[in-house]
């Protein structure tokens, strides 16, 4: 029997803190937050990435009356980026939510599947892809996906 200890490389920041292209980021995750399909839940997620290119892209949380059969806006954003710019790689994603019109005061993070999509990005590119999961209060700086899935599906 052996202990193995995981640790995560996050960093708890205010808005203030981020560089300008962090910030635009993030306005756009939160642009796009507003926009979402959450008639369900009302829980609105945008999610915004910044690719090799300097393109931003953007998208949401599409849900459906079939539960499950939605999408986070995690996912669809990382799938619009490979089906529009298949070589470009994701350097850093922004994500942020909302409710009635006002964003979660605390950073959300990304569900099990999102964090499996974005370390398998993180491995296609091999490279780090930057997260700020923006909350009112502060924002979490995750250096890597891969520090939120430790335990991740591998073939």
Not at 30 to 51: E, R
Not at 82 to 109: Q, R, W, Y
């Amino acid at each position: 029997m052996y202990k193995k200890e995981i640790t995560a490389n996050i960093t708890f920041c205010s808005f203030e803190d981020l560089s300008k292209q962090e910030k635009d980021l993030i306005q756009v995750a939160k642009n796009s937050s507003l926009d979402a399909y959450a008639p369900y839940s009302g829980f609105k997620v945008g999610a915004a990435v910044l690719l090799d290119s300097a393109v931003i892209l953007s998208a949401n949380n599409q849900e459906n009356a079939a539960f499950p059969s939605g999408l986070c806006a995690e996912r669809v954003v990382l799938f619009y980026a490979n089906a529009s710019h298949p070589l470009n790689k994701v350097l850093s994603m922004a994500i942020a939510a909302s409710k009635d019109g006002i964003f979660t005061e605390n950073p959300i993070s990304p569900c099990g599947s999102c964090r499996q999509v974005l370390l398998e990005t993180e491995q296609r590119f091999k490279t780090d892809m930057r997260l700020l999961l923006y909350g009112e209060k502060e924002i979490a700086v995750v250096k890597s996906a891969a520090s939120l899935l430790p335990f991740s599906f591998k073939f």
